[in-house]
């Protein structure tokens, strides 16, 4: 049990924990064999909240590890669409409702081709703890599908989307399964989506979020994730008596969530100097003002274009095939692209050149290992579980729009964002604590989301 290796009384306890983490993982292995992401997940999930166990032995006795793990549904469908030249084609979509033990599923959708069942599970895993976290009623999903938005036209991604919603509709529902976007699925594919629910069910209602704000969606939405990352990373620095004000920061991805982080690490006076995609990281150490940010958001979201375009536009250097973390002199990491983009190695030079905070905009972004030598080395780690919950927080906040036929104005989403994130970050600093690891926001953030879902499960008896 790695992450108490630093608390010396408890090593030997945590020896314990570690042996019985890894007989529970044997069986999680066996059963989803070759889900790579989802073993990560849970054993991550598992190593840190296993101490609660002496404090809840009824938390085992009504095997709560192993009902959580296994998804109270999965749907798995065909989605028959044709493309420009006129040739059918086939991908494969995806909803897993992994727990409604505090209500409706709830989580994005993913178009990209690395979508298989391991990732969405590993997904749908981490978004149960998140959505506990917010302290809305949300229970967990995630879905998507493994086609690649990427070359093809609107029409094309119109018709996947109508395609993909003609069998999605009828499992969704505004008590039952409430999906959302993430990689590939922007304001564009969430408007498709939306317009064949509608059509196929004759109702207009928000059984998506991320919409417009025109027809249903919230302000703030889209910044969301973004936006909270750095307001959680704000409280970090704050819980040490500093703030993010001139603080050098590295940033991963250009997506939705990439974009609005640096927007906020501007607001909070600090200076954004990287960008990445799945080619290569811009560096511009002058910093990502305002002006560039919005040619940027025109590049990936209307031209679609590569981050390589912003070192020819704007002058400055481009590393292909290369990811930002090995640029000296940042206080801050945010990574927010994918999945399993930073590893040990990356981590040993981020500690090198000094770096101080490290939060995980994307879903587990950081290898394990990488994870460990951070908090090891006094680096605060913040877990996306917590870090990236703004987004289906303010999803939330969309869902209760909807439901109060009402809108609210950006100041009131973002004020109420700010308010959840600093609430996230208290109980997971708190739980910290309160189990003998202070600074560990892995084991407070976990440990504060698996007890409020397991509470729910005894609660509602064994169904
Ligand atoms: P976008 O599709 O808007 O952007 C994704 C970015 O990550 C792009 O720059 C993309 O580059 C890059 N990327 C994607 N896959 C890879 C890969 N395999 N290797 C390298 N780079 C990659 O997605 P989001 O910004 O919405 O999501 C980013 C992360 O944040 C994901 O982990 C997502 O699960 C997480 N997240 C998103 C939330 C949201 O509200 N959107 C909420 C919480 C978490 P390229 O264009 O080259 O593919």
């Given amino acids: 049990m790695q992450y108490y290796e630093s608390v010396g009384s408890h090593h030997e306890r945590m020896c314990e924990v570690q042996q019985t983490v890894h007989e529970f993982m044997d069986d999680v292995v066996a059963k989803s064999v070759a889900q790579f992401e989802f073993h990560q997940a849970?054993?991550?999930?598992?190593?840190?909240?296993?101490?609660?166990?002496?404090?809840h032995p009824e938390f085992l006795e009504a095997r709560i590890p192993h009902r959580m793990v296994e998804a109270e549904r999965i749907i798995i469908f065909r989605v028959p669409w044709i493309d420009d030249s006129g040739a059918v084609q086939v991908n494969r979509g995806f909803r897993v409702e992994m727990s409604s033990a505090i209500g409706p599923?709830?989580?994005?959708?993913?178009?990209?081709?690395?979508?298989?069942?391991?990732?969405?599970?590993?997904?749908?895993?981490?978004?149960?703890?998140?959505?506990?976290?917010?302290?809305?009623?949300?229970?967990?999903?995630?879905?998507?599908?493994?086609f690649d938005p990427k070359g093809r036209s609107d029409n094309e991604v119109m018709r996947f989307c109508q395609a993909f919603m003609s069998e999605l509709y009828r499992h969704i529902g505004l008590r039952t399964d409430i999906p959302a976007g993430d990689i590939g699925v922007g304001a564009r594919e969430i408007g498709y989506l939306f317009g064949q629910y509608k059509k196929l069910a004759n109702e207009f209602s928000?059984?998506?979020?991320?919409?417009?704000?025109?027809?249903g969606g919230s302000l703030i939405r889209p910044e969301a994730t973004g936006y909270g990352t750095v307001y959680f990373t704000e409280e970090m620095f704050r819980a040490k008596g500093d703030t993010i004000h001139g603080k050098k920061v590295l940033i991963s991805g250009s997506g939705n969530v990439a974009q609005y982080a640096v927007e906020n690490v501007n607001r909070l006076?600090?200076?954004?100097?990287?960008?990445?995609?799945?080619?290569?990281?811009?560096?511009?150490?002058?910093?990502?003002?305002?002006?560039?940010?919005?040619?940027?958001?025109?590049?990936?979201?209307?031209?679609?274009?590569?981050?390589?375009?912003?070192?020819?536009?704007?002058?400055?250097?481009?590393?292909?095939?290369?990811?930002?973390w090995g640029v000296e002199g940042a206080d801050v990491a945010l990574p927010c692209a994918t999945q399993n983009e930073l590893n040990?190695?990356?981590?040993?030079?981020?500690?090198?050149?000094?770096?101080?905070?490290?939060?995980?905009?994307?879903?587990?972004?950081?290898?394990?290992?990488a994870v460990r030598?951070?908090?090891?080395?006094?680096?605060?780690?913040?877990?996306?579980?917590?870090?990236?919950?703004?987004?289906?927080?303010?999803?939330?906040?969309?869902?209760a729009q909807n439901a109060g036929f009402t809108s609210w104005n950006r100041?009131?989403?973002?004020?109420?964002?700010?308010?959840?994130?600093?609430?996230?970050?208290?109980?997971?600093?708190?739980?910290?604590?309160?189990f003998d690891a202070p600074d560990n926001y892995i084991i407070g953030a976990n440990i504060a989301g698996f007890r409020k879902v397991a509470a729910a499960m005894i609660d509602q008896g064994v169904v």
């Fill in 105 to 146: 599923y709830k989580g994005g959708l993913r178009f990209h081709p690395s979508v298989n069942l391991g990732i969405l599970k590993f997904l749908a895993f981490e978004q149960v703890f998140k959505n506990a976290l917010t302290t809305l009623p949300l229970g967990g999903g995630k879905g998507g599908s493994d």
């Fill in 42 to 55: 849970v054993q991550e999930m598992f190593e840190a909240v296993w101490p609660i166990f002496e404090r």
């Fill in 411 to 434: 100041e009131e989403v973002d004020a109420k964002l700010l308010n959840i994130m600093s609430e996230i970050h208290r109980v997971s600093r708190e739980t910290a604590e309160e």
């Fill in 206 to 215: 928000g059984i998506l979020t991320g919409k417009n704000p025109g027809w």
């Fill in 373 to 399: 030598l951070l908090i090891d080395s006094g680096v605060l780690f913040g877990p996306g579980k917590a870090a990236n919950a703004g987004g289906v927080a303010v999803s939330g906040l969309e869902m």
């Fill in 269 to 324: 006076g600090g200076r954004a100097v990287t960008l990445s995609d799945s080619d290569g990281f811009i560096h511009d150490p002058h910093g990502i003002d305002a002006e560039k940010l919005a040619w940027v958001m025109d590049l990936k979201n209307e031209r679609r274009g590569r981050i390589s375009e912003y070192a020819e536009h704007f002058g400055v250097e481009y590393y292909a095939g290369q990811r930002p």
């Fill in 344 to 369: 040990l190695e990356e981590a040993k030079q981020l500690i090198a050149n000094g770096i101080r905070v490290v939060a995980e905009g994307a879903n587990m972004p950081t290898e394990p290992d």
